[in-house]
């Protein structure tokens, strides 16, 4: 039965008490509400359909986060990418309780997002880390709310079609800015455009996983999860011998911890060679474009990268029209 009192506050507090249930109790603003609400409980405590939601309406989004940092993002290969993620959805969402958010704010934070002129695929990867946080409360931690907010909003358009390619002019420069950094910074990007491995693959390199003999390495922990050989060139092999490496330390790359602490370096060399509109995720694509061009066919390319379908190995792919003109011309 519920019980119905006006408070001090001119709010009206509804109580509702059935045998075999916790005392359910909220405020409204005013009676009409609470009425309704009232109805609405007492229907599913009828069908046996009620859940508390208690715990929902009263936790915030922010102590949510903090315990998702603490026992779900330290299995990720990514965590230290999405600590930053969650620093900015706790900003936004922080002080709101799990109960309260719904599409709007959520489209409210996309847009928002999209406004700072970030790309969809980063605004995308906010909302998937998003909806997994309340996922994660819904189906593991035991807090009810009858639907992911998330999931009902448009998601951002998100432009695949990137054809970035270093010319040999700013590989010359870039080069040199990398090495003035560092002997270590300069192997790196060496590495990248010639095996076309991700940064966190060539940060993660151990000594231990390299064939200096049989001249190729091997990389355990991949995006798709399987482990891959990773032929070496002798511009490879010739940046891996400038190496030293750390006593006690099996990690060929140790100066960095993680991609974000060498993000960090990088930016600011790229920022020194004066080379625009240019990420290190584009040095795989150049190495992907330049396989093809050494006439290697589509299935050794994809040994070497990893790529599972063709439709993934030609958004990588960007081959120079003039080496096609003279391919063409040598008919």
Not at 18 to 38: H, L, M, N, Q
Not at 274 to 294: C, K, P, V, Y
Not at 301 to 328: A, C, E, N, P
């Amino acid at each position: 039965m519920a019980y119905f009192k006006q408070l001090k506050t001119q709010y009206w507090q509804v109580q509702i008490r059935r045998y075999g249930v916790k005392p359910i109790i909220k405020t409204f603003p005013t009676r009409d509400e609470a009425k309704i609400w009232a109805r609405l409980i007492e229907s599913e405590i009828d069908r046996g359909i009620y859940v508390s939601r208690y715990e929902a309406e009263h936790i915030t989004f922010s102590e949510l986060v903090h315990r998702y940092q603490k026992e779900v993002t330290p299995h990720k290969k990514s965590a230290s990418r999405e600590i930053s993620r969650l620093k900015c959805l706790d900003k936004f969402f922080g002080r709101i309780t799990l109960a309260r958010i719904n599409s709007e704010m959520v489209a409210r934070f996309r847009d928002e997002r999209l406004s700072l002129n970030l790309s969809g695929a980063t605004v995308i990867k906010d909302l998937n880390t998003l909806s997994h946080i309340i996922d994660t409360a819904i189906k593991e931690w035991g807090l009810y709310i009858s639907q992911n907010p998330v999931k009902n909003i448009r998601k951002p358009r998100v432009n695949n079609s990137r054809s970035r390619r270093l010319s040999h002019e700013e590989e010359i420069i870039l080069l040199a800015k990398c090495r003035a950094h560092s002997s270590m910074m300069e192997s790196v990007v060496i590495l990248a455009i010639e095996t076309a491995m991700r940064l966190g693959e060539i940060i993660n390199l151990k000594w231990s996983d390299i064939n200096i003999t049989h001249r190729f390495a091997i990389i355990y922990e991949t995006k798709n999860g399987e482990m891959r050989k990773i032929p070496l060139s002798n511009a490879s092999i010739d940046a891996l011998k400038t190496l030293t490496k750390l006593l006690g330390s099996d990690k060929v790359f140790w100066r960095w911890k993680t991609v974000s602490s060498f993000e960090s370096s990088w930016q600011r060399v790229v920022l020194k060679s004066g080379i625009q509109n240019f990420r290190f995720h584009d040095l795989r694509h150049e190495a992907t474009s330049r396989l093809f061009e050494m006439n290697l066919n589509m299935m050794e390319v994809s040994t070497i990268t990893g790529h599972k379908t063709l439709q993934m190995l030609k958004r990588y792919t960007h081959l120079s029209i003039d080496k096609i003109v003279k391919k063409f011309n040598e008919k």
